[in-house]
């Protein structure tokens, strides 16, 4: 079975510019997660979808982050303007929800650099 | 709120000894507990999970894990070390209501031939 896609791998922009993240999950899941993974750091959650609905997004920065799951596939995660704190790798990931507790499969991530 | 300690910045071992990566945990009611591994440049893969039952949980590539709930602790463990088990390892929990993981910082492993 594939992976969860995520698209670009790398990006550099510089501070006050905007960026966009693509993930395509694991055909079937139904939940989809951000996360943020700064140097030296374990992955954070940004935001959790349900389907195409949000279920947790607590700890996005709504003020610069957005991101969206239309049609409860895929997912773009948007950030504007960048701030030079939002260099970081973004990792997608996503899970077969349903009866039972399930693992998440991550993707391969975008490591983002802000100059 | 739910928080993971790995106290280890980084372990050292020799090929062929056993491992151990150390994790504690802080959660509200039963844990979901559960162990990935990072290669360098890639996602972070899936090794075990102990949601209910034996404490000691089989993984993937010959890792097993503990669960001790009297001290809050799920350590990863490996009988025998290979120079390929050199990665970053993070351990995560959730608790029953929410899905997302919380990690802890990561553990460094290197496997010295």
């Known amino acids: 079975e594939a992976g969860v896609a995520q698209s670009p791998r790398y990006k550099i922009i510089e501070k006050r510019q905007s960026v966009a993240f693509w993930c395509n999950p694991i055909?079937?899941?139904?939940?989809l997660y951000w996360y943020q993974q700064i140097l030296g750091q374990g992955p954070k959650l940004l935001i959790q979808?349900?389907?195409?609905?949000?279920?947790?997004d607590s700890q996005l920065p709504k003020d610069r982050f957005s991101a969206e799951r239309l049609k409860g596939v895929d997912s773009t995660l948007k950030i504007q303007p960048a701030k030079l704190e939002d260099s970081a790798v973004y990792l997608c990931?996503?899970?077969?929800?349903?009866?039972?507790?399930?693992?998440?499969?991550f993707g391969p991530g975008t490591r983002l650099t802000v100059t | 709120a739910q928080s993971v300690a790995q106290p280890e910045d980084q372990v050292n071992v020799a090929e062929g000894n056993p491992l151990t990566v150390k994790c504690t945990y802080s959660?509200?009611?039963?844990?979901?507990l559960f162990w990935y591994v990072q290669y360098p440049n890639r996602g972070l893969q899936f090794l075990l999970k102990?949601?209910?039952?034996?404490?000691l949980v089989k993984g993937s590539y010959g890792f097993e894990a503990e669960f001790n709930k009297s001290q809050t602790s799920f350590h990863l463990k490996k009988p025998s070390a290979l120079v390929s088990d050199s990665a970053l390892y993070f351990c995560?929990?959730?608790?029953?209501?929410?899905?997302?993981?919380?990690f802890g910082s990561g553990t460094r492993l290197q496997v010295q031939p």
């Open positions: 990931a996503s899970s077969l929800e349903g009866q039972g507790v399930n693992e998440q499969y």
């Open positions: 055909s079937g899941h139904a939940t």
């Open positions: 979808f349900q389907n195409n609905g949000v279920v947790d």
């Open positions: 959660v509200s009611g039963n844990p979901y």
């Open positions: 102990y949601i209910t039952g034996d404490n």
């Open positions: 995560a929990v959730r608790d029953m209501g929410r899905r997302a993981l919380t």
